[in-house]
């Protein structure tokens, strides 16, 4: 994976040298069209729905303490933090990440690849750099989708179950939301995008066996990413709190 | 020095183990300007190793892989892919980018590697297709062409740099005799009128004898017969014997 990612840098970077653009913008904008603009029902769907879910339990919770007006605060601020990035990178993982390594192992099984790179084109550079910075660059816009998303859905119920209005339920959300748990939120995307798109381009580029090669790879790549999404997103959030309490 | 000068690749030495299998031990061959070497072979005897390995795909453990002067193995990836620029390579299965029409496979190494304009891209494609004899294909998928059609525009592709050097994966695989022939012509065609040197490695011996100016046996890893077709029928080596008997009684036998 190091020596992916070591290839790509030294070929855009030798590519800039001799005053050619890295990649095609084409083509970056069209991974930014997929992983962006097509990744935001499915994520807008899933955000609206936990954050309902949240917000309807937390209430349920905390109505028997007679606390119910801290809901806003909890789930905005559990959503900004963690909800919104961690869901957003499960959605990228399953949706984009597979997408990448089925095809780029279908590519690396049909001679593509090798093909690409036998030209002198450069196949890390043509082929992952885009998708890589795609992702990289798209998962933090997601994650704010998501978050805003994710408090609406909380708005929605809250309003309806817990007799929050919307007015109060915003003008807490505000006054709770510090800016570090947004930037909190949105520094841990670049780092699951990155992941997501590193893991799943490895994955694409070391396809052995053909057909069933590329599923093991597409499975693999799903379950490497969301598990080191994890595992980022606690150790990301252990530095934080230790270090930005 | 007139005739070093001439030769355009040389593999010296090349030797390449996959784990414990050794593929190829110790292989020198060398191919001249305006040749066509046809590499022939066991089935898994390394003979479409030796293509990847000139295309700098895979390295050797050991030997030196010389194009144009330069030593292939110890050139930087920037002078490997300039190098790789001058060279071509037609694939056993074409390895056309599936998503991309004919116009833009043909077009890549054109659009990343010059500074041509679309329009004089367009004007190359349209050279090239009409070279392998593929005019009305430029909008189509490769799925949408036949195995001949997707090798002519393999051809095509591998020639839209003019390079100097064309290497055949096993051209007339799982073709037709006429596709087949098709191919052949081509690879003679190029030699005569573009001047290009050419290897070919391939099974098909009616083929070897009609495109070959020279000839290598690989066997075991190393060339055990390398001279014109000429010598290789008139070969008194027993596995090269054997090789062309095979072919020639099952000719027989067919009739």
Known sequence: MVWMVREMVSEILERMAVHRAPFRLEHFFYQCNRVGVGSVPMSVLLSVFVGLTMALLTGYQLERFGLVTLVPAVVSVSFTREMGPLFTGIVLASRIGAAYTAELGAMTAGGEVDAIEGMGIGATRYLIAPRLLAIFLLTPCLTVIGIIS??????????????????????????????????????????????????????????????????????????????????????????IVTFFP | MSTTSNILVEMRGVKLKFSDKVILDGVDISVREHEVLVILGMSGGGKSTILNLLMGLIKPDEGELIFKDEDLVKLTRSKLNTARSHMGMVYQTAALISSMTVRDNIGLPLQELSEKHEEEIDSIVDAKLELVGLKDVREKLPSELSGGMQKRVGLARALALEPELVLFDEPSAGLDPINSRLIDDLIIGLR??????????????????FVATRMAFLHEGKIILEGEPEAFRQSDNPIVGKFLASYSEHKKDKK
């Open chain 1, 150 to 239: 994710g408090i609406v859905g909380a708005a929605f119920i809250s309003n309806l179950t817990l007799q929050l209005s919307f007015g109060y339920f915003f003008d807490e959300v505000m006054t709770n939301l510090l800016v570090k748990d947004v930037m909190a939120g949105i520094v841990k995307s670049f780092f699951f995008g990155a992941i997501i798109g590193t893991i799943a381009c490895y994955k694409g580029l070391s396809v052995r066996g053909g057909a069933v090669g590329v599923g093991n790879a597409t499975t693999s790549s799903v379950v490497s990413a969301i598990c080191t999404v994890i595992a980022c997103d606690s150790f990301c959030n252990i530095v």
């Open chain 2, 192 to 209: 005569e009128t573009q001047k290009v040197t050419s290897i070919v490695v391939t099974h098909q011996m009616e083929s070897a004898f």
